[in-house]
């Protein structure tokens, strides 16, 4: 990581913060005790890569718009950096999140959601992705208390994308939940797919709902993977559709109004429980 460029000032106490306009939040609110450097340098899609580097495809791949950063420090000369990523939409900010998320980690009720790991903190809320790191094992304990004082001042939604709540609660692994934006299951004309990991009697499976933005698209989508499959089209009428696909397994397929529904590598039984919980949700 390169080393914020330092500018301009020391906030006092009350001293109010305008680091950007009014019609952009404030994302780096003053702290007591400590002083705030705010990066001279936007990262855009354009240069993401003079900071991340390698990671940057993972985060244009979810429509990344910009990036803000700061660096906090105490008079002990300990600092904390903080980098602000903004995607196109909350739907978005949650797949690039949920792609450094795991399950195993220690997990917050801030923001919309975050978790921590020693020397890190991240959470996601509305468009925003805000990540904390320190080197200095000390301050591990002072990222939540900056976190949560970030968190009042983005005043915006603090949800996850809606399509979450459509997925059955039984069985499913919790923080498992992903938004994959292209590419899902290894095909470019799959995207927008919420995808969950599930156990139930020892067996593990997947549900997936696949979110177009234009309802017309569920059907292309679920064509041109039967295309792939070699479907016969004269039976291309039905209401749910089972494929053994190529490199993937056992898929089942129910269309409903603007979303595609899955179940992915569950046994029979498995999937008519869950199919019936996936059609309850949408009555």
Not at 10 to 27: G, H
Not at 141 to 170: G, H, Q, T, V
Not at 242 to 254: C, E, F, P, T, W
Not at 267 to 278: A, F, R
């Amino acid at each position: 990581m390169k080393r914020i460029k330092k500018i301009f000032w020391v906030f006092t106490l009350l001293l109010p913060i305008s680091v950007f306009s009014s019609e952009t939040p404030t994302l780096f609110p003053e702290v007591e005790g400590w002083k705030v450097e705010v990066g001279d340098q936007v990262y855009t899609p354009e240069n993401l890569w003079d900071l991340i580097n390698g990671a940057a495809d993972a985060y244009l791949s979810y429509d990344f718009k910009d990036l803000h950063t700061a660096e906090y420090s105490n008079d002990k000369d300990q600092t904390v950096k903080v980098y602000a990523f903004r995607h196109s939409s909350p739907t978005n900010t949650f797949g690039i999140y949920t792609q450094e998320r795991n399950p195993d980690y220690e997990f917050l009720d801030i923001g919309a959601q975050g978790f921590k790991s020693p020397g890190a903190l991240y959470f996601i809320k509305g468009s925003y992705y805000i990540q904390i790191s320190t080197n200095d094992k000390p301050l591990y304990d002072k990222l939540e208390p900056l976190a949560r004082k970030i968190d009042e001042s983005l005043e915006m939604d603090a949800n996850l994308p809606e399509e979450l709540n459509l997925m059955p609660s039984e069985g499913r692994i919790e923080y498992s939940e992903k938004y994959i934006a292209n590419d899902f299951l290894g095909y470019s004309y799959l995207h927008s797919a919420f995808v969950a990991d599930y156990k139930q009697n020892g067996e593990e499976f997947q549900v997936f709902i696949m979110a177009p933005e234009e309802k017309e698209e569920v059907q292309t989508m679920l064509n041109q993977f039967l295309d792939t499959q070699e479907y016969p089209k004269d039976q291309r009428n039905k209401e749910v559709y089972r494929v053994d696909a190529k490199y993937i397994g056992s898929i089942l397929l129910y269309p409903s109004g603007k979303y595609l529904f899955g179940i992915k590598k569950a046994n029979k039984k498995l999937e008519e429980k869950y199919l019936k919980m996936l059609k309850a949700q949408m009555d």
